[in-house]
């Protein structure tokens, strides 16, 4: 079965890329703009795309009648914004920053969650987020009705439980982020395993052919 993408309409793209490009991994962003007061979102068009330097991207889409979403909003007023990994312990947390609620309403408490200033942005992390990386913004890329926002990491949060003793690598039985897979199908990281690549002179490789010389 084959798509052209070319003349597809953009829910059957939508689809086809959200159902086969998973898990995703969530990001919860919190937000604090001047006017438009503190908010959390949680975005699932999400990753983390450099280390040197640390840039981790956001995809952002306007709401259905076209509406700039309102931690778009924020992230333009201010040019900051926090990350906050989610595990099963905010799920439902993160499911109810995700309603639509008005931009009056401050979807951290009403989720029931604990909002605490940054330490070099003003927009608020998560207490309860096994991880929170708060960003400044590197650049933000405009499309018709979707805005890319390049974040350069600046700080981050993580509870100690999450990392081995050594501080090196996190700790599977205790960081499981859930990450999204379509529609409302969420997966789990508590089932983990070791893949290791055979070593490379155990390998026949098989050479491009040659083309023959043409006389």
Do not use: W
Request: proline share 8%; charged share 25%.
């Amino acid at each position: 079965m084959d798509f052209d993408f070319t003349k597809l309409a953009p829910d059957v793209r939508y689809r086809l890329l959200s159902n086969f490009v998973g898990p995703r991994p969530i990001a919860l962003v919190s937000t604090d703009g001047r006017s438009g007061g503190r908010n959390a979102a949680p975005m699932s068009f999400f990753n983390v795309f450099s280390h040197e330097p640390p840039i981790v991207v956001l995809g952002i889409q306007t709401r259905p009648d076209g509406a700039i979403k309102d931690t778009v909003a924020n992230i333009r007023e201010t040019g900051e914004f926090v990350v906050n990994m989610v595990d099963m312990s905010i799920a439902e947390g993160m499911l109810i920053c995700g309603l639509s609620f008005d931009n009056d309403v401050d979807e951290i408490l009403t989720a029931g969650l604990t909002p605490v200033p940054g330490t070099l942005v003003a927009a608020p992390r998560i207490v309860e987020s096994p991880c929170a990386m708060e960003c400044r913004v590197e650049r933000v890329i405009d499309f018709d009705r979707r805005v890319l926002v390049l974040g350069e990491v600046v700080y981050m949060h993580v509870a100690d439980k999450c990392l081995d003793p050594e501080k090196r690598y996190v700790d599977p039985e205790h960081y499981q982020p859930i990450a999204r897979l379509h529609a409302d199908n969420y997966i789990t990281s508590d089932r983990q395993f070791v893949l290791k690549a055979p070593p490379l002179d155990s390998i026949r490789p098989i050479r491009h052919a040659k083309e023959e010389t043409r006389g």
